[in-house]
């Protein structure tokens, strides 16, 4: 059973109830995927021709809906824009203002591919956008390429700058590393990322989406990538994790830089004791797990108008079916639910 416990017919909660799954664990994160959009054709990631239309798409206005009873009535306090990618909706700035204007949000982050930021990173931070992670796993443009599926290395190099500008920091660099392509990159990433004060956190291949069959020959535990990085790190400090996916280390580099150093590793070493995540995506699926399949479907309590209650009924339903770990195969291609 969760412990969300449902409001009277009729009745707003005097204050939040907090979301607890059935393992106890307390939601307090939401990761918002707008759309199965993405510019980029990335290898372990590229959809199946899995593009929403614009009819499937929750509107702002439902998704302000979500994330203010969210926030009001169940104490979340962060929310991440993901996809696909998000840039690729054209109400982009519309759905961050919205969500920028509730009370009660500490944390209103995007993950990105980075291609639009070099020109619109500026105007997501004045419409409230608080900070950016961007995926970078190469930087080597015809690797880049090759990986992306899109020649956009100078772009979202340039992007990275503009986030820097526009102060949507702290700026955490993605990277996949995948066995027999880009090891050579790791410590030439490490060092880009201390050069343009961005963390950077190496996320473990998950057995989802494209490369899932081939898994076991790509996947590169983030032990090895630990140790390919003694060759240039001379102190790792570890950081207070929390909820955080990653566990972060402040490192000093061999040239007397530090950097902030992450690793995910949903397959080493899941922390799925430690989540406190919930998503949604951009058709209105709740998925208490990145890997589990979705627990139903919120668009009944979204349309025509947002109904509470049943929201409640529904998001209760899905936490109390929040499995204590992931499963060891994903559903979906993360394009879909998000990373
Ligand atoms: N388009 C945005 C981006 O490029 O970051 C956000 C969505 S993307 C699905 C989010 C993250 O998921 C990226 O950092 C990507 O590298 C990661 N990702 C996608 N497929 C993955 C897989 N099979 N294993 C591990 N990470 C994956």
Redesign the pocket.
Known sequence: MSHLSLPASGHRPARAQTLIDSHKRTIQYLRLSLTSA?H?R?V??RPDFHHNTADDLLTPIELENIVRHLVQDHGLRKVRL?????TARGDLENIITRLARIDGIDDLAM????LSLATRARAYADAGLMRV???L?SLDSAQFARMTGIDGLKCVLAGIEAAHDANLTPIKL???VLRGENEEQIPGLVRYASECDAAIRF???????P??SQWAERYVPASEVRARLDEIVTSWEPLPRGSDSAENFRAVLDDGRSVTIGFIT?MSCNFCSACNRVRITSDGSLYPCLMDRPSGSLLAALRPRFDAELFDTILSEGLARKASEHPAQ?FV???VI??
């Open positions: 993405c980029m990335c372990y990631c993901t996809g696909g990618d998000p993950t990105t591919n980075g992670n961007l995926s796993d993605n990277t996949v996320i473990e291949l998950m057995p989802m989406g490369l899932a949903p994903g291609t993360m394009t998000g990373g």
